[in-house]
């Protein structure tokens, strides 16, 4: 398998579920990221791992929370989000730190 | 002034037409830019770097103003399957951060 790929592509969670988003990327890079999008927005950047390490927190909500355990590997783990953290989250990776973005196909997050 | 600021359209043109449109960045010493595209409910994708001088690849021209600080991509000779979300994304918006930067897209629907 190759590429980047998020599981699972859709999810419908109540504001006082915990679940988590995957994502393994096959390419051997070395930076992952999670991105949000919301609707007629720009990308959101909310994380930056680097060699396993978080490098970037971009004032996200503890109510994420990111885990890298290792650089193929990246979870985000949810609990009581609210309605407008409905979203597309986007795992991406790159060789270098912001270099050559590869994407997954997104998980679209519908709270209720 | 946004970071980075497009046009959101949508761009509505015949097939075989020309079409083209900017984007703008609020950072001079911004570095490097790129378009990419997205298709509905699908993940961004990397469609091309742009160059100092500008570029072409097929059918698809971008071109660099650092003067007024804004890049424009053209498309020639529409094809159905260039309807997309064209994002424009901008690395170094901030100064000292080398980043990827989001506009929120600009979308072309090409019709029959």
């Known amino acids: 398998e190759t590429g980047v790929t998020q599981t699972p592509r859709h999810l419908v969670m109540g504001m006082t579920n915990k679940k988590s988003l995957k994502c393994e990327q096959h390419l051997g890079h070395n930076a992952m990221y999670w991105y949000k999008q919301s609707a007629k927005k720009p990308l959101e950047l909310m994380f930056v791992y680097n060699f396993k390490e978080q490098t970037e927190n971009n004032s996200v909500p503890s109510r994420f929370s990111p885990e890298c355990p290792n650089s193929s590997h990246l979870f985000l783990h949810l609990h009581t989000l609210q309605p407008e953290d409905s979203a597309l989250y986007l795992c991406?990776?790159?060789?270098?730190?912001?270099?050559?973005?590869?994407f997954g196909s997104g998980t679209r997050l519908t709270v209720v | 002034r946004k970071e980075v600021e497009q046009d959101p359209g949508p761009f509505n043109v015949p097939e075989g037409a020309t079409v083209a449109f900017n984007c703008t960045y609020s950072?001079?010493?911004?570095?490097?830019f790129f378009w990419y595209r997205q298709d509905c409910r699908k993940e961004p994708k990397l469609l091309m770097s742009?160059?100092?001088s500008g570029n072409e690849d097929g059918r698809f021209t971008a071109q660099l103003n650092r003067a007024s600080q804004y890049i424009s991509l053209l498309i020639r000779d529409s094809k159905l399957s260039d309807s997309a979300t064209y994002l424009c994304v901008v690395k170094g918006i901030r100064s000292n951060d080398y980043k990827l930067s989001f506009g929120a897209g600009t979308t072309v629907t090409v019709r029959a």
């Open positions: 991406a990776s790159s060789q270098a730190v912001n270099y050559g973005y590869t």
């Open positions: 950072n001079s010493a911004s570095q490097s």
């Open positions: 742009v160059y100092s």
